[in-house]
């Protein structure tokens, strides 16, 4: 007999997000896609998000702020006082943080797609790379990777999208619409050229604004995708 448990509708996840009002023109289109870590009908559950002051590209990505870091700190705290039961983020790039963030709480944080990287890695053979396609390589570095668990000494083909000028206007023209479907081609054509130059055995998406075009690299790489919300999905079950 197969007993059906109904889950509570409280969330029990706290995603941590950017600053209302601070991102780029073109990460608000991407939020309106579904799959995007900050539109709630991506998950099919409820989720508790939380904007933090002082959040953005610059304090995030590009230059990663102590400052900005306490605030989301407080608010964890805040979050688990609730009863919220794990906390992440809306920006794998705050995997530099995911030592503090962790140590600050008692429940878990996962706060980058990154961290399915040692496990995927286990799951392929030794003549099997990982691909991970970052928002922007040149501003990913050795410690985002070891605070999140990563062997550095293990190789991964990683791959920035940056070299799509489309995406780039996101961090040159921020106040510029960005065309989605010229997004979709660009990541078409980085997936396929990485599958050339190397043995790829799965794909990471590092960037939380990826996942609304996990499916079609599935489908052109017929390889799998681990992402932001496969990584949710997974922590959300444990609870």
Request: glycine share 6%; hydrophobic share 40%; aromatic share 6%.
């Amino acid at each position: 007999m197969v007993t059906k448990i109904l889950s509570s509708q409280a969330p029990l996840i706290g995603i941590l997000c950017w600053e209302e009002g601070c991102s780029p023109r073109g990460l608000e289109q991407l939020e309106s896609l579904v799959g995007n870590s900050t539109n709630p009908e991506t998950f099919p559950f409820p989720v508790k998000y939380s904007r933090i002051k002082g959040a953005n590209i610059h304090t995030i990505l590009e230059s990663p702020c102590q400052n900005t870091l306490k605030s989301m700190i407080n608010e964890a705290k805040e979050m688990e006082n609730q009863g919220i039961k794990a906390i992440t983020t809306s920006c794998g790039f705050n995997a530099i943080f995911q030592k503090e963030l962790a140590d600050a709480v008692n429940i878990p944080v996962f706060t980058s797609s990154l961290m399915q990287v040692p496990m995927v890695q286990n799951m392929l053979g030794k003549h099997k790379r990982l691909g991970v396609i970052t928002a922007k390589k040149s501003a990913l570095s050795t410690k985002h990777l070891q605070n999140v668990g990563i062997n550095i000494d293990v190789a991964l083909h990683i791959e920035g999208l940056e070299t799509s000028t489309e995406w780039n206007k996101i961090f040159l023209s921020p106040y510029d619409d960005i065309d989605l479907v010229k997004i979709e081609s660009d990541i078409i054509d980085i997936v396929s050229l990485m599958m050339t130059q190397s043995d790829i055995g799965a794909f990471i998406l590092e960037c939380t604004d990826l996942p609304p075009f996990a499916d079609i690299i599935r489908k052109v790489t017929r390889r799998p995708v681990f992402d932001f919300v496969s990584l949710t999905n997974f922590v959300h079950q444990s609870l």
